[in-house]
């Protein structure tokens, strides 16, 4: 079955790049109808989404954070990232690596999440 | 678009019928989802476009909508249910979540 898997540094800090790898086990990144997505959850808050990787070029990110942010697929095909540029402590959260797709209509594959600290 | 969810925090006991609502700013169509979440996990896809349940999901479980408000009912809470429940909307950009609802015992 699918499976994803967050991996990166715990803390990262201020004004740094936050960067985390998805891996990702038993679907192609490639294919179609597919998003992969990456989203944050604020220590006792709700959930952001951050945005998506579409057929391993095609991007879509959340306003919010536009500007900051780089989604993207390794040469492997089984890994994409995430990269967060100019960290503040509000950017310390748990972050998931996540699936949605046209066929199940929400995000119904996620990582167990993992925190990353801001912080000197 | 912003989902309002409510109540905050809803306090019953197992057995009991657990209603949840969940608000949409403007039209999400049927694009609503519901999610569950306990404590140092990731959420758990429940309902999908506002009344279809995931796989593997009991039927006491079901969602509904009238327009922009949208329901979350467990129709006996059993004591795996005590959580927090996310709606999120995939009908316009970017893609939102309500603040959560805590159905705690």
């Known amino acids: 079955q699918v499976q994803l898997r967050e991996s990166g540094p715990g803390l990262v800090k201020p004004s740094q790049t936050l960067s985390l790898i998805c891996t990702v086990s038993?679907?192609?990144?490639?294919?179609?109808?597919?998003?992969w997505s990456w989203l944050r959850q604020r220590p006792g808050e709700g959930l952001e989404w951050i945005g998506y990787?579409?057929?391993?070029?095609?991007?879509s990110y959340n306003p919010s954070l536009k500007s900051r942010v780089t989604i993207s697929v390794d040469t492997s095909d089984s890994q994409f990232s995430l990269r967060l540029s100019s960290v503040t402590a509000a950017d310390t959260a748990v972050y998931f690596c996540?699936?949605?797709?046209?066929?199940?209509?929400?995000?119904?594959?996620w990582g167990q999440g993992t925190l990353v600290t801001v912080s000197s | 678009i912003v989902l309002t969810q409510s109540p905050a925090t809803l306090s019953l006991s197992p057995g009991e019928r657990a209603t949840l609502s969940c608000r949409a700013s403007?039209?999400?169509?049927?694009?609503l989802i519901w999610y569950q979440q306990k404590p140092g996990q990731a959420p758990r896809l429940l309902i999908y476009?506002?009344?279809l349940r995931a796989t593997g999901i009991p039927a006491r479980f079901s969602g509904a909508v009238s327009g922009t408000d949208f329901t979350l009912t467990i129709s006996s809470l059993e004591p795996e249910d005590f959580a927090v429940y996310y709606c999120?909307?995939?009908?316009?950009?970017?893609?939102?979540f309500g603040q959560g609802t805590k159905v705690e015992v």
């Open positions: 476009d506002a009344s």
């Open positions: 999120q909307q995939r009908s316009g950009w970017p893609w939102t």
């Open positions: 038993g679907a192609s990144l490639s294919n179609y109808g597919y998003y």
């Open positions: 996540a699936r949605d797709s046209d066929f199940a209509r929400a995000f119904d594959i």
């Open positions: 990787i579409y057929t391993r070029v095609d991007t």
């Open positions: 403007q039209s999400v169509g049927s694009y």
